[in-house]
């Protein structure tokens, strides 16, 4: 099955400074890559995502960059804000309708300002 | 917007004891999951559902059972509670087409088993 690891698991940045979290999976059938933001207290909402015939996508402050030679994925966040504190997950699947998405352990980004 | 409602913010069980744990969706998602958070681990699914009666074993489905009676309802049944389920308790769900994979977490349970 697909197995996805995070790295790092902890990062603190200075306000305004760029922040990079890297994931990997195992899985060559995977084709869907999201994000995730979990806020303390909060539920996981998702923030971006990028399907395997892209090689990246922006929103504003964050992008997510893929290699689907080297099971590669990035998520770039530049202009850090302190309200960027959270936990990011990042997870993977293959967009079949009956599969499932399978998340990695969790990077704890803290801004500081 | 998208609700999905799990029953209890908090629960506290003893161990031995059968614990349902509800979930209830408001936006017709065909598929529903439930994770399990812990610090360090990120988010493990347990068991995932995409249709009524439908149920599809995750990763840590051990000591876990499910129930899909109702296409907006998803249970997570813990047959006889140990103190190492104590955790988060994540529900989830989602459109099955494929250019629908948004996941729409609940709010969470905290599950404490003593």
């Known amino acids: 099955g697909e197995n996805v690891e995070q790295h790092p698991s902890t990062l603190s940045v200075q306000e305004g400074d760029s922040a990079v979290i890297k994931c990997t999976y195992s899985?060559?059938?995977?084709?869907?890559f999201p994000w995730y933001k979990q806020e303390l207290g909060k539920r996981p909402q998702l923030i971006i995502d990028?399907?395997?015939?892209?090689g990246e996508k922006k929103d504003q402050r964050i992008a997510v960059t893929l290699n689907k030679t080297a099971k590669h994925f990035s998520l770039h966040i530049t202009e850090t804000q302190p309200e960027d504190s959270a936990v990011y997950f990042c997870?993977?699947?293959?967009?079949?309708?009956?599969?499932?998405?399978?998340f990695g352990p969790g990077t704890s980004l803290s801004v500081i300002p | 917007d998208v609700k999905v409602t799990q029953s209890s913010r908090y629960l506290v069980k003893r161990t031995g004891e059968k614990v349902f744990l509800e979930c209830v969706q408001d936006?017709?998602?065909?598929?529903m999951f439930w994770y399990r958070q812990d610090p360090g681990l990120g988010l493990r699914l347990i068991y995932f559902?995409?249709?009524?009666?439908?149920?599809e074993k995750g990763d840590i489905p051990e000591g876990y059972s499910v129930s899909r009676e109702k296409k907006e309802r998803f249970s997570l049944i813990l047959e006889s509670a140990s103190t190492n389920q104590t955790s988060m308790y994540l529900c989830?769900?989602?459109?099955?087409?494929?250019?629908?994979?948004?996941?729409?977490f609940g709010s969470g349970t905290q599950l404490s088993v003593l």
């Open positions: 989830a769900s989602s459109f099955q087409g494929k250019a629908n994979e948004k996941l729409f």
């Open positions: 559902s995409y249709d009524v009666k439908m149920k």
């Open positions: 899985d060559s059938a995977s084709n869907y």
């Open positions: 997870a993977a699947s293959r967009r079949d309708p009956y599969d499932k998405v399978i």
């Open positions: 990028i399907r395997s015939n892209v």
């Open positions: 936006m017709d998602h065909e598929n």
